[in-house]
């Protein structure tokens, strides 16, 4: 398994999955730990071990056959995705059109979660897979 932290030696590796209605982690072993999604990716394209990774993100990967989906039953929790402005409750035109080019963007591999404004929606991508590389 290839491991990814921000921070390295802040968090030990493991293997997140969905057990009924909850979502549980198993500690695993990495003989490598990165720290960027660029070599995350490349860890895994190179056969280095599995990585788990958003699928909407892995996608292209994926068609190309650089990797293939492995235990897709096993998923992590999905990831949120928030857009934020800083202009108090009236949320301006053009950063209103910002928003909505990017849901277009992004509307079909993501979920929409609804908060208590528009300007407080929420959407967290599909479910990430594990993958490896392509034999």
């Known amino acids: 398994m290839v491991h990814c932290s921000l921070r390295f030696g802040t968090d030990a590796p493991s293997f997140e999955y969905r057990a009924g209605n909850a979502y549980r982690e198993r500690p695993m072993r990495s003989l490598l730990t990165v720290n960027s999604t660029d070599s995350y990716l490349a860890a895994c394209v190179a056969s280095l071990g599995i990585i788990q990774a958003p699928r909407s993100g892995m996608l292209p990967s994926i068609a190309e056959g650089d990797v293939v989906e492995v235990l897709r039953e096993h998923t992590c929790e999905p990831l949120p995705v928030s857009l934020v402005h800083a202009h108090g409750r009236n949320v301006p035109r053009h950063v209103r059109a910002v928003m909505s080019w990017i849901n277009q963007l992004l509307a079909p591999p993501l979920v929409l ?11 967290a991508r599909d479910p990430s897979h594990v993958l490896c590389l392509r034999d």
């Open 113 to 123: 979660i609804r908060g208590r404004g528009s300007e407080r929606d929420q959407v």
